[in-house]
């Protein structure tokens, strides 16, 4: 059973998660997902790996997830670009890369979203429901921006958003910063 685009959402979700994980329903919520389809995504997780077994709390596999976001993602979902439109910023317009990565003067990338601001490069989220996800959840919206970027970015904002994404899925401040933003 291949993974799907909000599969990584899901895994990157439960990553902000502190403790045991919550019920599916509470997970369906934070994602705008329906609690079929987040249980359909943990059991392509588990299958593939990148989410433990009941044994062990159904936990993110770090080791696994970190590989596969470094040297997967961008083949398995790749970035797919639309027109200008209004949006939330994405990849290296948004936190945390805005403020090191300097835009050049290009349009930013923006997932299509009516509460968006930025007129920008429209940039498909890895899942439809991504851009109210992230809205709710700053922490959830980092995690998301910086795998774009390694989807979508050249090599050098590539190379710092893998820095940025290996430092918060091997800190506990992923857990951390996602009860502080509730």
């Given at each position: 059973?291949?993974?799907?685009?909000?599969?990584?959402?899901?895994?990157?979700?439960?990553?902000?998660?502190?403790?045991?994980?919550?019920?599916?329903?509470?997970?369906?919520?934070?994602?705008?997902?329906?609690?079929?389809?987040?249980?359909?995504?943990?059991?392509?997780?588990?299958?593939?790996?990148?989410?433990?077994?009941?044994?062990?709390?159904?936990?993110?596999?770090?080791?696994?997830?970190?590989?596969?976001?470094?040297?997967?993602?961008?083949?398995?979902?790749?970035?797919?670009?639309?027109?200008?439109?209004r949006g939330l910023?994405?990849?290296?317009?948004?936190?945390?890369?805005?403020?090191?990565?300097?835009?050049?003067?290009?349009?930013?990338?923006?997932?299509?979203?009516?509460?968006?601001?930025?007129?920008?490069?429209?940039?498909?989220?890895?899942?439809?429901?991504?851009?109210?996800?992230?809205?709710?959840?700053?922490?959830?919206?980092?995690?998301?921006?910086?795998?774009?970027?390694?989807?979508?970015?050249?090599?050098?904002?590539r190379k710092i958003?893998?820095?940025?994404?290996?430092?918060?899925?091997?800190?506990?401040?992923?857990?951390?910063?996602?009860?502080?933003?509730?």
């Open positions: 059973m291949p993974l799907k685009p909000q599969d990584i959402m899901v895994v990157l979700k439960l990553c902000t998660y502190e403790g045991k994980r919550p019920p599916m329903s509470i997970i369906a919520a934070d994602l705008n997902m329906s609690p079929s389809e987040i249980h359909a995504a943990i059991k392509r997780l588990r299958q593939a790996r990148l989410l433990h077994g009941p044994e062990m709390q159904e936990k993110p596999n770090f080791s696994a997830l970190e590989e596969f976001l470094l040297h997967g993602v961008k083949y398995a979902f790749p970035a797919e670009h639309g027109e200008v439109t910023p994405t990849s290296f317009a948004a936190p945390p890369l805005k403020d090191v990565i300097a835009s050049g003067g290009e349009l930013p990338p923006v997932w299509p979203s009516r509460e968006g601001e930025t007129r920008g490069m429209a940039l498909e989220p890895l899942y439809k429901t991504a851009p109210a996800a992230a809205l709710r959840d700053p922490t959830l919206y980092e995690l998301l921006a910086l795998v774009d970027a390694i989807r979508d970015g050249r090599a050098r904002e958003a893998e820095q940025e994404l290996i430092s918060r899925l091997r800190s506990e401040n992923v857990k951390t910063q996602s009860r502080t933003a509730r």
